[in-house]
């Protein structure tokens, strides 16, 4: 038996009317996370008829980020709860929190299902592609939009930055797992020290641009469909960052790879929406901007599924590195002025990015 089950049992017969002993609890999919998600079945004839239970690291209880921030800020309360009270204010795409039980480290939640992002566009045409992802898209320009307009201090994301020292403490974590001793390989000091030369520039041409919310992580696997409908997931880590960061994030998913000509698409119906909304870049400038953020964003994805398998023990994630090591050469490929960084970024990735999951 989970520790927390008797409290679970106590606490939904006290919140749905439900016997408890009748709950049926049973662990959803893992995640690289420190959290676990569980379903909570309350039975035939209550309303809702399933809950999800996020259960948090008992030693931090989830106040601590995962992701690595600037300046780890002290919360008084906890990110999840505080960024979905925020973004409840003016979208309903996040889950219902039914009760938060801090003494236990349990968090009661609306059930979003189980149809992904993911799953749901994986065997489509490119067609109905577009419309799942117009979707998305939507979604991502009102986050950076409304989100943008409502921030303020009472939200955590209004404490962190990406700043160019986040960037290149990114590009560092490339280094080190993707390239570097911590994955098993020794790289020349030389190519090191031309690799850094070449992610400086771009971290700082990434942190000089406008910031807007963003999620973080606003990809395939924390986005789920209800009908025609798409909810958002895994926000707590949300911050101030470039426009490009959370579409990098969607369109050069990890785990979905989209057709040449989709992905060219689905960037012009990003700026259209944007531009409906006030953002109006110039195709050509806002088209280097996302290759400079897919070279940053996708190098960091790929130490990070290092890391994962190394340091918590996880390799699940490194079939998806192969995806992550073609984003990161196509990108290179746009960015000229690059230079040698480009060809040792060729040699290191090029025999992965042949690789197909």
Known sequence: MEWFEPEVRAMVSRLFGCPGDAARIEMLAAHASTRTYWRVHLGVGHAPRTIALMVLNREDQGIKSEEIVEIESTFEELPFVNVHRFLRSFTDAVPEIYFHDEANGLIYLEDLGDALFESVVAKTSDGERRVWYGRALDL???????????????????????????FLWEFEHFIEYGLGTKSGRDVDSKRLAVLRDAFGPIARALAAEPRVFTHRDFQSKNLLVQGQRLRLIDFQDALRGPRTYDLVALLRDSYVELS?????????????????????????????????????????????????????????????????????LEAAARLPGIGAARRILEDALGPIAGRRA
């Open 260 to 328: 040449p000509t989709l992905l060219e698409t689905l960037v012009d119906d990003y700026l259209a929406r944007a531009g409906a909304a006030g953002f109006n870049p110039g195709r050509d400038a806002f088209r280097e901007a996302f290759a400079r953020m897919t070279l940053q964003r996708k190098l960091k994805d790929y130490g990070r599924f290092v890391y994962i398998d190394r340091v918590k023990g996880n390799p699940g994630y490194l079939r998806y590195n192969p995806a992550n090591a073609r984003y990161v």
């Open 140 to 166: 991502l320009v009102a986050l950076q939009t409304e989100g943008t307009r409502r921030l303020d201090e009472s939200c955590v994301a209004s404490k962190a930055a990406f700043t160019e020292t986040l």
